[in-house]
């Protein structure tokens, strides 16, 4: 008797631990630190409004599974058709190749290792979505596939998707630790 409670008991703790914080879909960019904040003018104008959808050029601070591990990271550009380094690297047939290219900065007190494209997805206006692509793209080289990201230091390169041709890319999405964060970042895409 004494071993079905105890059993019970492990069972239930294990169940509330990995009902761990909601998913969240962070789509708000960070805000803007180099404004010139010294001249205090007054004026009877109400302050602009901030967009509230990440875009090109955006950054949003996304956090990881474990304590310490926060990134900052920028959609430096998008290409909603992307053409391949040489004639060997192309898409499939019936399909195109699209690219982001991403700035991640490590914000978080722990080394950031991953593999980025595992945590990168795009969806286009039907609602279908696809996983990263490797191929080589003639915009420039690719974001590290095995990246060891120390603390303060940040990385740069592009993440591909093959969608079908016909596809009209919408929005781009990114979470850390290969897809498994509970913090997923969101841009708005042309």
């Known amino acids: 008797m004494r071993t079905r409670t105890i059993t019970a008991t492990?069972?239930?703790a294990l169940t509330l631990?990995?009902?761990g914080p909601a998913d969240t879909v962070n789509t708000t960019p960070k805000a803007d630190t180099t404004a010139d904040t010294s001249s205090k003018t007054v004026t009877s104008a109400p302050p602009a409004k901030k967009a509230t959808a990440a875009a090109v050029g955006d950054t949003l601070t996304l956090k990881g599974m474990e304590d310490g591990e926060q990134l900052d990271v920028t959609?430096?550009?998008?290409?909603?058709t992307a053409k391949g380094a040489d004639e060997?690297?192309?898409?499939?047939?019936?399909?195109?190749?699209?690219?982001?290219q991403f700035e991640l900065v490590n914000t978080g007190s722990k080394v950031y290792s991953d593999s980025p494209q595992n945590g990168a997805q795009v969806a286009d206006a039907q609602g279908q979505r696809f996983s990263s692509y490797f191929g080589e793209i003639?915009?420039?080289p690719q974001m590290a596939s095995d990246l060891n990201l120390p603390k303060g230091e940040k990385a740069l390169g592009w993440i591909l998707f093959e969608v079908p041709k016909d596809s009209k890319i919408t929005?781009?999405?990114f979470?850390?630790?290969?897809?498994?964060?509970?913090?997923?970042?969101?841009?708005s895409v042309k």
């Open 175 to 187: 979470a850390m630790n290969s897809g498994f964060s509970d913090q997923t970042g969101q841009w």
């Open 17 to 19: 631990a990995a009902c």
């Open 88 to 100: 060997f690297n192309v898409p499939s047939d019936g399909k195109k190749w699209a690219a982001a």
């Open 10 to 12: 492990a069972l239930l």
């Open 75 to 80: 959609l430096k550009q998008w290409l909603p």
């Open 171 to 173: 929005s781009l999405q």
């Open 138 to 140: 003639a915009a420039g």
